[in-house]
């Protein structure tokens, strides 16, 4: 028998959570949320790796931090990788560049950002 223990986050998805709180919440709080976004994509990209469905629903709102969550998608950035080949993701958070012709481009740490 296999167990996968996870971290709770008890504020629930980002997406979620700013629907219910956006109002509340003040620039402080909302631009040190944006920094916590970019230092989990930071270490992310630091182990050469592209999550590929980065979006709102899967960061993680845990005693005021933000937690990026479901690598499942995630793959190599090496450019030797076929990280062309794993589609998936939602369309809404996705790069033009790669909706434009999926076959010839791939994604990668930029498209992440977007």
Request: proline content about 1%; hydrophobic content about 30%.
């Amino acid at each position: 028998t296999y167990y996968l223990v996870l971290q709770y986050a008890e504020r629930g998805d980002l997406r979620t959570y700013l629907q219910n709180n956006f109002k509340s919440i003040d620039w402080k709080t909302k631009i040190n949320m944006a920094k916590d976004i970019t230092r989990g994509l930071r270490c992310i990209h630091k182990e050469n790796k592209v999550h590929k469905d980065l979006n709102s629903k899967n960061i993680l709102v845990h005693e005021g931090r933000l937690l990026i969550t479901d690598l499942g998608l995630s793959r190599s950035s090496d450019s030797n990788s076929n990280s062309k080949s794993a589609g998936g993701g939602m369309v809404a958070y996705t790069d033009p560049e790669y909706l434009r012709n999926q076959l010839k481009n791939k994604r990668n740490k930029a498209s992440d950002v977007y």
